[in-house]
């Protein structure tokens, strides 16, 4: 699946990693033990002004109470994740995403309350799976680590966002009694043939010669960029005279996140973040082949291929648990808004903080708005 596939585990990589960190509180063993639900209690302050004027209780429900410390660690983390992507959040949103992450942090609090030792195990389980899904993209773990540090985040604090995320989900699966039927699932496969074509792949290794600086992103000078190219060209003649490719690459690749791959990489057809130069070169070589000095933006670069996949249909029987999973994430995805909103007002949740009060309520005032009907 293509599309379809990256919506799968929504929570997880893009709340622990990538984009909105939304949990914060307990550790992963608590999730997988029968331990209560997480407390703000358990969060210290994160900044300065916490430590003037105290951790203030911004919102509370039967059982459980979130502090500000908590609610800032996760705009910190958010906004330090939309820096490592080269974004800034608006500050006018920033009201409006804060009353979103409350709002997160409230369901998860609700949601754990709930949950039993199955959801707690199964939580641990799909973890498991999409931590080691994302050590597999990273390409290993100090890569990982280092994009976690970036992040300000540990791989302990990873696995205990991630579990809580999965575990919070199961118990939301199992309340509203989403499943999917293995005739749905085929029925989806033979209606989206598209969502389940593979594309043509090379895996490859490589030599990358930057022609602008790594700090300022400025581009080098025209006599170092000559410079550079009169290195790669001297680089090419001695891989193709027989020396061995992974020792050069080791010795002069300037690619910092490609020497913990061994400077390999896989490269699939279309992907718009592969430079054309780079994709109509890798795609043209023959096994063990070494492509000319390639001209980038950015760099000069060297290939070796060392194997190419051809495109393919992916088996339904390959896909049918994630086909499975992303049915039942739509219907949890349709039924959650009026549940969880029950489950609020069932637990008597107060927002405390007069200004996540009004955002809330503004929010809360579109949600229910009619849509505006086009006029005749």
Known sequence: MKKQIKLIFP?????????LPRVH???????????????????????AMTALFGDPVIAKGNGFEIKRSELDEVMVGLKSAAIARGQVIPQARLAQIESQMLSRLIQVQLLFQKATAADKADGVKKAGLQIAALLERAGSQEALDRQLKALGMTPDELRSKVTQETTAQAVLTRELNATATDTEATNFYADHPAEFEQPEMVNVRHIILMTMDPVTQAPLTMEQQQNKHKRAEDILKRARAGEDFAVLAKQYSEDPNAKDDNNEMILVRGNPRIPAEIETAAFSLTNNQISDVIVTSTSYGILKLLSKTPAKKVEYSTMADKIKDYLIQQKTEKLAPAYLDKLQKDANVQILDADLKAAAAAAAATANAPAETPEK
Do not use: E, Q
């Open 11 to 19: 929570a997880a990589f893009a709340a622990a990693l990538f984009a």
């Open 25 to 47: 509180g307990a550790s992963a063993n608590a999730a997988a033990t029968n331990a209560p639900a997480p407390t703000a209690t358990s969060t210290k302050p994160t900044n």
